[in-house]
Nanobody, 111 residues
Framework: QVQLVESGGGLVRAGGSLTLSCAAS????????VGWYRQAPGKQRELVAL???????TYTDSVKGRFTISRDSAKNTVYLQMNSLKPEDTAVYYC?????WGQGTQVTVSL
């Protein structure tokens, strides 16, 4: 059974930074594509970033140049480094791998 546990969310002012972590048990991240999604109030869940097993990364246009997804295979953990945060980045951020989701971590960006 795969379990994904996110951490690192919080409240930050616009222009600030946060790093989200997704730790996995029951799955080996380096063999799988892992993603970060987010869901803002009243909106559908959307893809933020993906990292493939070979290391290729993909980002939604709104975060390109500001967010970086990375993987630490030794720790079986995927990270999302978020810089230059904007109020519109406010959402619950979820880690995803195959059909598995974490519980989510809240990111709130204030003016």
């Amino acid at each position: 059974q795969v379990q994904l546990v996110e951490s690192g969310g919080g409240l930050v002012r616009a222009g600030g930074s946060l790093t989200l972590s997704c730790a996995a048990s029951g799955s080996i991240f380096r063999f799988n594509t892992v993603g970060w999604y987010r869901q803002a109030p009243g909106k559908q869940r959307e893809l933020v970033a993906l990292i493939a097993s070979g290391g290729t990364t993909t980002y939604t246009d709104s975060v390109k140049g500001r967010f970086t997804i990375s993987r630490d295979s030794a720790k079986n953990t995927v990270y999302l480094q978020m810089n230059s945060l904007k109020p519109e980045d406010t959402a619950v951020y979820y880690c995803w791998q195959a059909n598995n989701w974490g519980q989510g971590t809240q990111v709130t960006v204030s003016l």
